[in-house]
């Protein structure tokens, strides 16, 4: 009885597996096919094979640079909030400070009207003020502001189920605050900040609005600018560079993830079993 | 899973380290920002238009660049003087692009001569952010030559209040496309030029009768947007005698507008034309490869649809034969002489302008380089054996001489069309105005769509006042 | 938690948060406020309201609130955020992490792999996917189903987006119920099992109580995130008729299209407040559960989820 229901319980979760393998999959056939090919369309086929769409991406003279500009951002954002964002969550974590869920969670409400298209003029003024239009950095800082609670929120979350009694037998053989936290909490919680950085990385990765306006050389844009500027010369959308700079303008970040999934894991929290 | 024992060993603290790596690349970000080149003596000029190299209306960007730039910089340079041209390109949604230019010109930054939609003057000139061409550029702008080559109407598009605020670059006009192959099969005439609305359902329902064939093209619905408004609403319009603005008044629900609808309602509601297709968000797109495959009918467009869609060699949806299926005729009133000023057929312009930068450091500069790409030297260069309407009568005689059907436009429509109202809320009515036909597509009443415009349109332009019916 | 095991101290306590905090209030705080006070305001892009905005007290928000378009908005948002994130995202997310849960080797990395990269891709290349995936002519979904010509954006425009959410979405809650199920210790399992509870059993009696904490929080942060959505954008524009113009749509034709910034950020402000009334019933909710049950069985249970179970009081207190 309990065999049986054990075989049907396997069949019907390898069905499940299936069924979802192919719902994730099915709609990333385009990317795999319409770059290759000579006429591409909306519709899904088998490519008339060609690499003349690459090469056509190759005589943008934004399209390549645009990739590592966005590296550049990407990175810079992602460095910025898992550093600051892992000092508070440790911080907030350990020490009682009243009402810190809820300041938490009014800062996360406020990131929601900051991140909407309101916000613009406001976010603006400010850059110009502080002389950030046009820079890197200014993009960086904004974007920084508008993720960091969201990643604060999570990692105290892994933080608060983080056994203590390593952190207190390492004060006890004298450790400073910053040690403790350098050589114990961090390799606990790496693969929870490896996927923190691999979600700040993809938010600001996709991002166009902000970047575009906050930018004025377009030496400087990153790829999700220079993508909506590939119009044919008609003004429509040029299928043949759009699906060819989609998909190298998605490898990094595909391969970003493989990098950290290898090297730190790419879970929420430490595994740890309380 | 404790950390191994060679770790907790180390006596480092990380925080110097760490601030130190943090500092060091937030540096070398802020270095990379903004380095304008700012030689002594010398004058930096910026451009800038919704146009990018290698991408949207490349070909005017690199005209920027390789063109006005190097001779502008050469011609001041023989003149004594030290200029120095930068191009800003964009190559975004003219919203997007619109919003930036406003956001600097706010902050009283932003480029010396910028590319500006004609429907944007008026609000933009409202807000401060753009001052009349000759208070910023001092009198050489009133005594520059290229007046007297820019016909008075198409001048219009860069005026606001009376006063020039830019310079029009060109413009365009609206008409009916037809297929040649689809009128002859279906027993209509070639050449083919309709006088009123009910010669167009005629023709249409002449249409019907021939298999996958979608008799009747016009825009509408709010997936379209503008287009839906520039070829669909407004010259039917304008063909009942209506305007949508006249003396500070907005049309509400006016005969004109009741009529408009009643006649989307006949084509969409009489299987005349595909409702789905309006709804669709990539609909125009469609529309125009199915008029190139020979599934439409009657299309109504721009001038822009023969130049750049069913171009036979760079167009979006290319038709070989275009110069032998294509025809294009008026746009017919209601019946004849129903038309704004009492004519018998209508169009409806638009066209880009240049202004001038107010807060810019160098006006008197800003205006030679204006003058200097307005010259029909720089728009001959800019077309490079293209044809298109452009603002410059000597140009276009010359330019527009090879093709027939822009001829059409510059002779024909332009005498008799009409421009949107340049004022801020104009975006808001449109948008109810498309709002209204999609309603009249999807099956709600012509009577009933026009009372929730007229509602709508009091809310935009603050209240019942401001609305004539 | 709160025992300070580090011996951090307040004063190191507060120099770890205040970069971050600094960071937070200019780049945050301080534009946010700005936008709630433009909320106040009838100030534009262009136009004579942009060289002079007036403050109008509340009229933008009785505009927004008379406004049919915006109910109509708020209703979609409510059903994209219930039916993609707290029914799609949430159960696929939990159903997946639960079946993958004791499985290694490829499968597990597969279906791991794919449901994060299209977690990860950018978003205007995922709206390209759904449009050639869904296109009424061409699209992948009619040729495979022989359904040539099926609208799914035009009939079925939410559906559709909230199909695609759900889609690009679920890795998140899969990677938190994934770990969240590590704290269940399989011995627990193994007795409930043995002693012949159901799998809904198993998951109600021993798997809830203790993933409580992950759950609260997981359902906040992507309710949040899906409020403002402005991905789809991309692929249905908020049509047809905008039948699918969820609110961070509205907000965009409103303030970048109509140039309307004051009216624009009263309606962040609404959205602000909406998903604060999401956030304390998600609270209510779970806390309630809560307290049935210690009263029902009279037993203590683990604490399953960290801080966010101990937000609760906090938050309410802030709320009134």
Not at chain 1, 117 to 138: C, K, N, S, Y
Not at chain 1, 150 to 176: N, Q
Not at chain 2, 394 to 416: C, Q, R, S, Y
């Amino acid at each position: 009885m309990s065999a049986v229901r054990h075989v049907l319980g396997r069949i019907a979760s390898a069905a499940f597996l299936a069924v979802v393998g192919a719902f994730f999959a099915l709609p990333m056939l385009w990317l795999a096919s319409a770059p290759f090919d000579a006429a591409p369309s909306i519709t899904v086929s088998v490519p008339e094979f060609t690499l003349a769409n690459f090469r056509a991406i190759l005589d943008n003279p934004y399209a390549l640079g645009s990739i590592g500009n966005s590296v550049i951002q990407a990175g810079g954002a992602a460095a910025i909030v898992v550093v600051l964002a892992a000092l508070a969550a440790y911080a907030l974590s350990r020490v009682r400070v009243p009402g810190r869920d809820a300041l938490l969670y009014v800062l996360l409400l406020l990131s929601s009207v900051v991140t909407g298209t309101a916000a613009m003029v406001p976010i603006f003024e400010l850059a110009t003020r502080l002389d950030l239009i046009d820079t890197h950095l200014g993009v960086i800082l904004v974007v920084s502001g508008g993720l960091l609670p969201a990643a604060i929120f999570i990692l105290k979350d892994f933080m608060d189920a983080t056994p203590t009694s390593y952190e207190e037998s390492a004060r006890v053989f004298g450790a400073s605050p910053l040690q403790i936290l350098w050589h114990i909490v961090v390799p606990v919680v790496r693969p929870g900040l490896a996927t923190i950085a691999v979600w700040a990385v993809a938010s600001v990765w996709g991002g166009f609005l902000m970047q575009y306006i906050l930018l004025r050389d377009p030496a400087k844009a990153p790829s999700a600018v220079i993508l909506y500027t590939l119009y044919t010369e008609g003004g429509q959308p040029n299928l043949d560079l759009i699906s060819t700079f989609s998909l190298l303008y998605s490898l990094p970040v595909v391969l970003m993830y493989l990098f950290v999934s290898g090297r730190y894991g790419f879970r929420f929290h430490g595994g740890i079993k309380q | 899973m404790p950390p191994p024992p060679e770790e907790v060993a180390v006596r480092l603290s990380p925080r110097p380290a760490l601030i130190a790596a943090l500092a060091a690349a937030l540096l070398a970000l802020a270095s990379c920002g903004s380095d304008t080149p700012e030689g002594e003596g010398s004058v930096t000029l910026t451009i800038t238009a919704n146009a990018i190299p290698g991408g949207k209306n490349s070909a005017s960007a690199d005209w920027i660049r390789q063109w006005v730039i190097p001779r502008f910089e050469a011609a001041q340079k023989a003149a004594g003087r030290d200029v120095r041209v930068l191009f800003q390109p964009n190559g975004v949604d003219d919203e997007q692009y619109k919003t930036k230019i406003a956001l600097d010109l706010k902050s009283r930054t932003g480029a010396d001569v910028i590319d500006l939609d004609g429907i944007w003057v008026g609000e933009f000139a409202q807000a401060g952010y753009v001052k009349p061409l000759s208070e910023v550029g001092g009198p050489q702008v009133d005594a520059w030559e290229g007046w007297a080559q820019i016909p008075q109407a198409v001048q219009g598009l860069g005026i606001f209040d009376g006063k020039k605020y830019g310079l029009p670059q060109g413009t365009d006009g609206r008409v009916l496309f037809y297929n040649k192959e689809l009128f002859a099969r279906a027993g209509l005439p070639d050449p083919w030029q309709p006088t009123s609305w009910q010669e167009i359902i005629d023709a249409g329902t002449a249409l019907r009768k021939l298999p996958g064939v979608t008799p009747i093209q016009i825009n509408a619905g709010t997936a379209m947007g503008e287009a839906t408004t520039m070829q669909g609403a407004l010259p039917l319009l304008a063909g009942t005698g209506t305007e949508i603005y006249a003396d500070g008044k907005w049309t509400g629900a006016s005969q004109g507008i009741k009529d408009v609808l009643g006649f989307y309602r006949q084509i969409y509601g009489g299987g005349l034309g595909d409702p789905r297709l309006q709804q669709e968000a990539k609909g125009r797109d469609k529309s125009f490869a199915e008029f190139a495959d020979g599934k439409i009918g009657i299309l109504a467009e721009g001038d822009y649809f023969w130049r750049s869609v069913v171009e036979p060699q760079a167009g979006v949806a290319p038709m070989a034969d275009r110069d032998e299926v294509v025809g294009y005729a008026k746009i017919p009133a209601r019946e004849p002489g129903a038309g704004v000023r009492g004519q018998d057929f209508v169009s409806m312009s638009g066209g880009a302008v240049r202004v001038l930068n107010p807060f810019s450091q160098n006006p008197r500069q800003a205006w030679e380089l204006m003058a200097f790409m307005h010259s029909a030297e720089a728009i001959k260069a800019e077309l490079a054996g293209a044809a298109r309407v452009t603002s410059r009568t000597d140009v276009n005689d010359e330019v527009l001489a090879g093709d027939p059907m822009l001829t059409f436009i510059a002779k024909e429509i332009l005498p008799i069309t009409s421009y949107r109202p340049g004022l801020a809320v104009y975006p808001q009515v449109s948008a109810a105005l498309q709002e209204a036909t999609a309603a009249v597509v999807s099956g709600t009443p012509p009577e009933e769509a026009a009372n929730a415009y007229r509602a709508k349109v009091e809310g935009i332009v603050g209240g019942p006042g401001n609305v004539s019916n | 938690m709160n025992t300070d095991a580090a011996g951090l101290g307040r004063r190191r306590a507060v120099g770890f948060v205040l970069p971050a905090l600094v960071l937070i209030g200019v780049f945050l705080v301080f534009p946010a406020l700005w936008t709630i006070y433009l909320g106040l305001t009838d100030y534009r892009l262009t136009g004579l309201a942009a060289a002079d905005p007036q403050v109008v007290g509340a009229d933008n928000y009785t505009a927004a609130i008379g406004d049919d378009r915006f109910r109509t908005s708020l209703w979609l948002s409510v059903q994209y955020v219930l039916g993609s994130a707290v029914i799609g995202q949430a159960v696929l997310g939990f159903a997946l992490a639960w079946t993958l849960r004791d499985r290694r080797g490829p499968v597990r990395r597969i279906i791991e792999g794919l449901v994060l990269l299209s977690w990860i891709l950018p978003s205007s290349v995922v709206a390209f996917l759904w449009i050639a995936l869904l296109d009424r002519d061409g699209g992948t979904l009619n040729a495979l189903l022989g359904t040539p010509g099926a609208a799914w954006l035009l009939d079925h425009p939410m559906l559709s987006i909230i199909v695609f959410n759900t889609w690009r979405g679920t890795a998140f809650s899969m990677m938190l119920y994934a770990a969240a199920l590590e704290t269940v210790p399989p011995s627990h399992l193994e007795t409930a099992r043995l002693a012949g509870a159901s799998a809904l059993q198993q998951l109600r009696d021993v798997v809830l109580p203790r993933i409580k904490g992950h759950v609260l929080t997981n359902m906040l942060l992507i309710s949040l995130w899906t409020f403002n959505d402005f991905t789809p954008f991309l692929i249905t524009a908020g049509g047809p008729e905008g039948r699918s113009e969820i609110l961070p749509f509205y907000v965009y034709t409103t303030a970048l299209r109509g140039g309307q910034l004051g009216f624009g950020a009263a309606v962040s402000f609404l959205i602000l407040l909406i998903n604060l009334v999401f956030a304390l019933a998600y609270l209510r909710l779970l806390r309630t559960r809560d307290r049935t049950r210690d009263r029902d069985r009279g037993r203590d249970h683990g604490d399953g989820g960290g801080a966010v179970s101990g937000a609760g009081p906090a938050i309410r207190g802030t709320a009134g």
